[in-house]
């Protein structure tokens, strides 16, 4: 059981992307946990980008504020993270990950979220 993220791709600086996140295999409902989008780039510690908790709040990070999204689609077990305005200090491998616990808003720190999936490229570059 694992999440997977899928939608990432190479764009230039200015361009947009949509990325997805859905849940595979048998998972119990995300619409009760808090969904996370946390990005790595090359050498970098893993960071987080935007959250979004059970009641729909959102929470971003500064150097992406104004230019990305988060949703979720609970029907479907979906978590999307658009992304607009992209420049090349957003190059990085992008994760979602689901909060450990129901009703809970764990903010950005990753050992209170648990099924990451192996993630999805993004690469803006002219």
């Known amino acids: 059981v694992r999440l997977v993220e899928s939608g990432g791709g190479s764009v230039q600086p200015g361009g947009s992307l949509r990325l997805s996140c859905a849940a595979s295999?048998?998972?119990?409902?995300?619409?009760?946990?808090?969904m996370g989008w946390f990005r790595q780039a090359p050498g970098k510690a893993r960071e987080g980008v935007a959250i979004?908790?059970?009641?729909?709040?959102?929470t971003y990070a500064d150097s992406v504020k104004g230019r990305f999204t988060i949703s979720r689609y609970n029907p479907k077990k979906i978590v999307y993270l658009d992304m607009a305005s992209l420049e090349p200090e957003d190059t990085a491998m992008y994760y979602c990950?689901?909060?450990?616990?129901?009703?809970?808003?764990?903010?950005?720190?990753?050992?209170?979220?648990?099924?990451w999936g192996q993630g999805t490229q993004v690469t803006v570059s002219s």
């Open positions: 990950a689901r909060s450990t616990r129901p009703f809970f808003r764990p903010g950005f720190n990753q050992a209170l979220y648990e099924y």
């Open positions: 295999g048998y998972i119990s409902s995300l619409g009760s946990y808090c």
């Open positions: 979004v908790g059970n009641d729909g709040d959102t």
